[in-house]
Every structure is written in structure tokens, then in C-alpha cells.
T-cell receptor
Framework: AQKVTQAQTEISVVEKEDVTLDCVYE???????LFWYKQPPSGELVFLIR??????QNEISGRYSWNFQKSTSSFNFTITASQVVDSAVYFC???????????????FGKGTKLTVNP | DTGVSQDPRHKITKRGQNVTFRCDPI?????LYWYRQTLGQGPEFLTY????????KSRLLSDRFSAERPKGSFSTLEIQRTEQGDSAMYLC?????????????FGPGTRLTVL
């Protein structure tokens, strides 16, 4: 069965600090996708990134960067120079690939609540 | 706005009552998903449709829950004889099955409170 673990329940930082959110996953699939979503207080899930299991290249998008390591089944998310607007709950998620014949349903971790203080 | 919409946004009901939620997916999206999110947890998959066919249901979906997607467009999720444990955010997502991966777009959710 697929499983996503976000061991950090809550993190509090001061603005401009860098912060890394950890994500560890379990799956028997050979092809899968990993995601990060942001859920601000308004409640709507905001897609941040998708990563294919065959692509272990790290990715950077502005202040956000992602480190995918298949050897440790981890997909960590770093925010550089955090801002108050980054305060939200962040979810890591896993999905089987369509060619596995499944639904592509997302399996989410429990989330990490990030608070960035001014 | 052409995103996923859900109605109502909030619903308060008394235990034992029936409730129905609606989800309107992005036009042309042939896959529609329902998830449930309880306080402090991540969303959990409930069920999904491809066009009008309901192809998978989670064990979380008890007999009191039923979902439909007539004509493969909007979908409804009904909960009969609500219980306090049904209090949660119900999220709908849609995707267009067209390639190797089909991104799910989420709606704003319906927050259910059962008193």
C-alpha cells in the first residue's frame, strides 16, 4: 500500500529563515508521481509541484526548491528566505501512474503546519 | 471562472439528517474525485468517476454515503443519517485523462459540521 509520512507536525520560523519540510513515502509501484500542495487558511489546495519517479533532478522555482532522493524515498521541500505569506499547511502526496491501470488517486501525508513570524 | 466549484461551501446539520453536496468539475474533465479531510489530517480518497462510471470506492465510503455523476458532468455526494464523525471538509477534484499524468484540480471544498 502507498503511504506518505510527514514527521513534522508544526514548524515555526522567523521571516527570512530557510525552512525544509520533510516527506518520506512508501510504494511498490515502479512508476509514480510525487506532489507538494499548499493549503492556506482559506482551505483550498494549491498545487506546487509534481515530480515523476524517473526524474531525480532537483528543482528550483523562485524561493522554492525540491530534493527528490529515490534511495531514501524522500521528497523534501525547502523554502528559502521565508515570508509571512508562506504560512500555511503543506502536504506531500503520492500517486500511482496511469499506466499502472489505476485511478491516480492521491495519497496525502498528514501535513506540516508552517508558521512564519515577522 | 472555469475552476472546480462546490456547493454549498458550508453546511451545518443535526445528527441523523441527510445532506447532499454538489461538485461541478472543469468543463471537459472526464475524471472526478471526492476526498474527505478531517481536522489536522491530509485529504483521504473517497471515490472517483471516469465519465459517469464510478470506478473505485474507498473503504471509508460506508453504506451511508453515495455518489453519483449522471451524464458525466457534475457529481453529487450524499450522506444519509449523518453522524458527528462525518464532520469534515469534503473536497472535489477533476482531471482530464489525456496523457501520462493527469493533474487534479481541486475545488474550494464543502465544510460539513454535524451537531
Amino acid at each position: 500500500a502507498q503511504k506518505v509520512t510527514q514527521a513534522q507536525t508544526e514548524i515555526s520560523v522567523v521571516e527570512k529563515e530557510d525552512v525544509t519540510l520533510d516527506c518520506v513515502y512508501e510504494t511498490r509501484d515502479t512508476t509514480y508521481y510525487l506532489f507538494w500542495y499548499k493549503q492556506p487558511p482559506s482551505g483550498e489546495l494549491v498545487f506546487l509541484i509534481r515530480r515523476n519517479s524517473f526524474d531525480e533532478q532537483n528543482e528550483i522555482s523562485g524561493r522554492y526548491s525540491w530534493n527528490f532522493q529515490k534511495s531514501t524515498s524522500s521528497f523534501n521541500f525547502t523554502i528559502t528566505a521565508s515570508q509571512v505569506v508562506d504560512s500555511a499547511v503543506y502536504f506531500c502526496a503520492l500517486s500511482e501512474a496511469l499506466n499502472q491501470g489505476g485511478s491516480e488517486k492521491l495519497v496525502f501525508g498528514k501535513g506540516t503546519k508552517l508558521t512564519v513570524n515577522p | 471562472d472555469t475552476g472546480v466549484s462546490q456547493d454549498p461551501r458550508h453546511k451545518i446539520t443535526k445528527r441523523g439528517q441527510n445532506v447532499t453536496f454538489r461538485c461541478d468539475p472543469i468543463s471537459e474533465h472526464n475524471r472526478l474525485y471526492w476526498y474527505r479531510q478531517t481536522l489536522g489530517q491530509g485529504p483521504e480518497f473517497l471515490t472517483y468517476f471516469q465519465n459517469e462510471a464510478q470506478l473505485e470506492k474507498s473503504r471509508l465510503l460506508s453504506d451511508r454515503f453515495s455518489a453519483e455523476r449522471p451524464k458525466g458532468s457534475f457529481s453529487t455526494l450524499e450522506i444519509q443519517r449523518t453522524e458527528q464523525g462525518d464532520s469534515a471538509m469534503y473536497l472535489c477534484a477533476s482531471s482530464l485523462m489525456s496523457g501520462a499524468y493527469n493533474e487534479q484540480f481541486f475545488g474550494p471544498g464543502t465544510r460539513l459540521t454535524v451537531l
